[in-house]
């Protein structure tokens, strides 16, 4: 059966709302699950948080070369994230 699911989250969503955990919830009343549905929540985590952390919260991967960094990147997500008041994100899954 075709499907399409169209979301689209304003800042306060995305500050409250796991996506990734949220939508694996409801996928499965519009496709029947497969092996490949572990594979497909692995890169849709992903692309959600290059959306997040690159995108609204335009942080850079360039952090992240050191240790130090890694735990710098993580320490301004968390920070940016409490503190974001504008911004959204909308994906379409067909």
């Known amino acids: 059966m075709p499907w399409s699911v169209s979301v689209e989250l304003d800042a306060e969503k995305i500050k409250h709302i796991d996506v990734v955990v949220e939508l694996m919830n409801i996928l499965p009343s519009f496709i029947r699950i497969t092996p490949r ?28 070369n050191t240790s130090a960094g890694f735990a ?23």
């Open 37 to 64: 549905f572990e594979d497909f929540k692995t890169v849709f985590s992903e692309i959600y948080s290059n959306a997040l952390e690159h995108g609204v919260l335009q942080l850079s991967s360039r952090l992240k």
């Open 72 to 94: 710098e990147y993580y320490q301004l997500r968390q920070k940016r994230l409490a503190q974001l008041q504008n911004g959204s994100i909308k994906f379409t899954l067909t």
